[in-house]
């Protein structure tokens, strides 16, 4: 089974500062790595599909990189809604699997 | 834009089958070209998706759960449906319907999500 690994799994952070959240992938998916966001009592929200392609109405200080198997999201500058939870997740293979979490918190 | 939201009850009993409903508004169902999916997020876990519809009807499961679900659709209602089989208090989860139009398992828009508890 495809296995994803997020690191870390809460990150201490301030508004403004920069910030980068691993993930890796038990095997090569192609770059095919999503990352979402997702509030407390809210559904998952996609920010970036295929490693590196904003969704629509993302802000721009996100990003997202990688390939193989190791790949990463960074925030430019933190905002004060930008504190949450973070999952990364393949769509390469059945059955889509997501890391674990890393949660960003003041 | 596209929106959907779920409704089920909020509470099975062991060994029965848990069912909710995902009603898409904003769009058609059957317009072809949509990924439907179920994913679930149990108490302190992470994300586990569950299984979609595609288009009119070709389904596709998480082989952990395949010999206990069923999703199917209703095109009249613009509805696609969840059925989990033989619940146990493991399947105690928040329940998620989403959707998306560029690739298996790209999930674009999303359900609020609904507890779905199993317990006597």
């Known amino acids: 089974d495809m296995q994803m690994t997020q690191s870390p799994s809460s990150l201490p952070a301030s508004v403004g500062d920069r910030v980068t959240i691993t993930c890796r992938a038990s095997q090569i998916i192609n770059n095919y790595l999503n990352w979402y966001q997702q509030k407390p009592g809210k559904a998952p929200k996609l920010l970036i599909f295929s490693t590196s392609n904003l969704q629509s109405g993302v802000p721009s200080r996100f990003s997202g990189s990688g390939s193989g198997t190791e790949f990463t999201l960074t925030i430019s500058s933190l905002q004060p809604e930008d504190f949450a939870t973070y999952y990364c997740q393949q769509s390469y293979i059945t059955p889509g699997t997501f890391g674990q979490g890393t949660k960003l918190e003041i | 834009q596209v929106q959907l939201q779920e409704s089920g009850p909020g509470l099975v009993r062991p060994s029965q089958t848990l069912s909710l409903t995902c009603t898409v508004s904003?769009?058609?169902?059957?317009?072809?070209?949509?990924?439907w999916n179920w994913i679930r997020q149990r108490p302190g876990k992470g994300l586990e998706w569950i299984g979609y519809?595609?288009?009119?009807?070709?389904?596709y499961y998480n082989p952990s759960l395949k010999s206990r679900v069923t999703v199917s659709m209703d095109t009249s209602k613009n509805q696609f449906s969840l059925k989990l089989r033989s619940g146990t208090a493991a399947d105690t989860a928040v329940y998620f319907c989403a959707g998306g139009a560029r690739r298996a398992y790209l999930f674009d828009f999303w359900g609020p999500g609904t507890l779905v508890t199993v317990s006597s």
């Open positions: 519809i595609y288009d009119i009807g070709s389904t």
């Open positions: 904003g769009g058609s169902i059957s317009s072809g070209g949509y990924y």
